[in-house]
């Protein structure tokens, strides 16, 4: 069974990207699974803010495949600190390609290289699903 994502544009002192899973926010899904390890701090994430952080293409950089990827081609922040700085507190994500899914998975958190995320996710979308998602909060931050 696939999951299904949306991409929430909260706004408010700052617009910021919160991605949705199957209902719930990745932030509330990764600082329970973090709490769940006994990490410390756990949590402390927010979503993406675009206007700090030059992202590129939207539509791209949530496909991994932004000319200019962060971190790393393939990969994306799926959510920064809590501050509203990326790099600060960043939730690293593979993201893998099919013509029809799309999966994050191999999650870190790349100032903890010790903790262990292989129990969380991955996360398997319909490709389709995935691209109306990421149109849907690009239009909404453009009419904003």
Not at 26 to 40: G, I, W
Request: proline share 6%; glycine share 10%; with cysteine.
């Amino acid at each position: 069974m696939l999951d299904v994502v949306e991409f929430r544009v909260l706004t408010g002192d700052v617009t910021e990207i919160v991605p949705i899973v199957n209902g719930r926010s990745l932030v509330d899904l990764v600082t329970s699974f973090e709490q769940s390890q006994h990490h410390n701090p756990a949590g402390g994430y927010a979503g993406l803010v675009p206007a700090y952080f030059r992202f590129g293409d939207l539509g791209l950089y949530y496909l991994g495949l932004e000319a200019e990827q962060w971190p790393k081609p393939g990969h994306a922040w799926l959510l920064g600190c809590d501050c509203g700085e990326v790099g600060c507190w960043p939730l690293e994500a593979r993201i893998s390609l099919t013509d029809e899914t799309v999966m994050w998975s191999d999650f870190s958190q790349p100032h903890r290289d010790a903790w262990n995320y292989t129990d969380f996710g991955p996360f398997r979308f319909a490709r389709d699903q995935y691209e109306a998602a990421i149109r849907d909060a690009v239009s909404t931050i453009s009419s904003e």
